[in-house]
T-cell receptor, first 113, second 111 residues
């Protein structure tokens, strides 16, 4: 079984620039999550999709962050404009259902300078 | 809302010794509890989970965890630590909607 794919692995941008991250979940996993992990902290949920619908985006800074999951498969997370405090690892995860754990991608390490 | 706490930022053990990484939880209803491990520059890897059943759960790489309802704990254990176990460990709890992670415990196993 292929894992959760994320790209790019690393990204360095200047503040106020925009950036996009891509995630391809495990085939058949209806639920997809984006997490932000700041250095030294546990992952924090940004947004959860069930198929192509948003289930929870209460912690997504909507003035600058956006996400979509077209056709209920791949997902894109965008930041525009980026701030220094957005420097973090952005993790994508997918899950087949409630009683299951998540499978995480390797993450995208974003550095905003 | 559900939450987990990992009271130790850092755990140091000698290779060959038993290790314990602590986790306590707070949930309404029955907990779904998980342990994940994170190696440098990698995503989180699933170790084990407790949904229901036996209080002692066995997982990957020789790890196990003990669910204790009265103490609301779910400590991760391994009888004999390896240097390669050195990593960041996260306890997590999930309900119907999402999974909440602890702040993580850095385990260092010294030769």
């Amino acid at each position: 079984e292929a894992g959760v794919a994320q790209s790019p692995r690393y990204k360095i941008i200047e503040k106020r620039q925009s950036v996009a991250f891509w995630c391809n979940p495990i085939s058949g996993h209806a639920t997809l999550y984006w997490y932000q992990q700041i250095l030294g902290q546990g992952p924090k949920l940004l947004i959860q999709f069930q198929n192509n619908g948003v289930v929870d985006d209460s912690q997504l800074p909507k003035d600058r962050f956006s996400a979509e999951r077209l056709k209920g498969v791949d997902s894109t997370l965008k930041i525009q404009p980026a701030k220094l405090e957005d420097s973090a690892v952005y993790l994508c995860a997918s899950s087949p259902g409630t009683a299951y754990g998540y499978t995480f991608g390797s993450g995208t390490r974003l550095t905003v300078v | 809302a559900q939450s987990v706490a990992q009271p130790e930022d850092q755990v140091n053990v000698a290779e060959g010794n038993p290790l314990t990484v602590k986790c306590t939880y707070s949930v309404s209803g029955n907990p779904y509890l998980f342990w994940y491990v994170q190696y440098p520059n990698r995503g989180l890897q699933f170790l084990l989970k407790y949904i229901t059943g036996d209080n002692l759960v066995k997982g990957s790489y020789g790890f196990e965890a003990e669910f204790n309802k009265s103490q609301t704990s779910f400590h991760l254990k391994k009888p004999s630590a390896l240097v390669s176990d050195s990593a960041l460990y996260f306890c997590a709890v999930r309900d119907m909607y999402d999974m909440r992670f602890g702040a993580g415990t850095r385990l260092t196993v010294k030769p």
